[in-house]
């Protein structure tokens, strides 16, 4: 469990000043920036869903999330890790501010851990 929230801490809090850096600041971002820019900085892709979920598109995160995956499991892995959960932090990455589906937004700010 310690890999799980340590790879998800990293994709909240290290993986959206990189995509904004490298593509610039957007409500969300293709499946291949998001890979792209995970392989770059290292950092486990055994979780990469939570990526998909957090700077993706809806279409891309219900693509490539495991059937056993839901938003309130991940919700709850998410607000485990910051005790604000992912509406909370809703504003600091990308899910449910804007974009067509419903997901995807936020201003392309990170948090600056």
Known sequence: MFGKNST????KYRLRPALAKSYG??????KEQ??????EMGIDKR???YAYLMYCD?????ANT????????????IAS???????GAIFSSSYYGGGEGGTGGGDGGGSGE
């Open 25 to 30: 600041g957007s409500a969300t971002y293709t």
């Open 8 to 11: 998800i801490k990293k994709y």
């Open 66 to 77: 495991p059937k056993d995956e839901s938003i309130d499991s991940m919700n709850s892995a």
């Open 81 to 87: 890790l910051s005790g604000i959960g992912l509406f």
């Open 34 to 39: 998001v890979d792209k820019t995970v392989d």
């Open 58 to 62: 809806a279409a891309t995160y219900e």
């Open 47 to 49: 979780h990469i869903h």
